[in-house]
């Protein structure tokens, strides 16, 4: 009931062309596309397979725990970049499945990357964040994209809290410094005590912006250090990319 109250107040529109009963249309989202090239989720140069941090960065750059991150689509998309906002910061929480659409678009047009094989979790966010947004954006994401890859006859298991966020900072997005990124999220995290000695071997974490990855390479260094063997982050996009 509290759900029809808002929509007859404030109809349901498409956030880009207004048209009516959804929040963006099937015309406005099938222009948003999928990204056919990766490259390495650090240093941004080299191109990978999937993604995966290239063997420059895993051998010269110290503490590098995160195998490969991979990016759905182009943050410089305007379509996708207003559909990101309204559902952060508008508190659109139905623009999550369409968001995970794309994470499902890129993921099964991964042909030889075993997905499947992998258990997913989520960034977590602070309780106080997460108090103020009402939700957290990368476990919806994850619940939906569960659910689409289950319609393709796949199973996959989601663990939305593997991980905890105990400190409560600047978002890393507001942060311009690359090295204060790195430094502003070290000891952010913790593994959930409820999976002590039971951290999956195979992890995807799930985000929705990739930024310099210094919070996915955060979760991965915990993750390995309690048993996890290959850690890959999996997000819609990547800033200024």
């Known amino acids: 009931m509290k759900n029809l109250f808002w929509d007859f107040l404030f109809p349901v529109h498409c956030i880009i062309c207004e048209k009516p009963d959804k929040y963006i249309c099937d015309d406005c989202f099938s222009h948003i596309p999928i990204k056919t090239t990766s490259f390495c989720?650090?240093?941004?140069?080299?191109?990978?397979?999937?993604?995966?941090?290239?063997?420059?960065?895993?051998?010269?750059k110290k503490n590098i725990h995160l195998d490969g991150a991979i990016?759905?689509?182009?943050?410089?998309?305007?379509?996708?970049?207003?559909l990101i906002y309204h559902f952060k910061y508008g508190f659109v929480k139905k623009l999550a499945f369409p968001l995970a659409k794309l994470l499902a678009k890129k993921l099964f047009g991964l042909e030889t990357f075993p997905f499947e094989e992998f258990v997913f979790t989520a960034v977590p966010l602070h309780q106080k964040r997460q108090s103020w947004r009402g939700f957290n954006q990368a476990v919806i994401l994850g619940e939906k994209l569960q659910n689409l890859i289950a319609k393709n006859n796949l199973d996959i298991d989601f663990i939305p809290y593997l991980l905890l966020r105990h400190r409560y900072l600047k978002p890393q997005m507001k942060i311009r410094s690359t090295a204060y990124r790195k430094k502003n999220i070290v000891g952010c995290f913790s593994i959930n005590p409820k999976y002590l000695n039971k951290v999956p071997k195979k992890i995807i974490i799930i985000d929705d912006i990739l930024t310099t990855g210094a919070t996915l390479n955060e979760c991965a260094k915990i993750l390995k250090s309690h048993g996890a063997e290959k850690v890959w982050g999996l997000v819609i996009a990547r800033q200024g990319k």
């Open 41 to 60: 989720p650090l240093c941004q140069r080299v191109e990978s397979f999937a993604g995966r941090v290239c063997n420059y960065c895993e051998n010269e």
């Open 71 to 82: 990016v759905s689509s182009y943050y410089r998309h305007p379509v996708l970049r207003d």
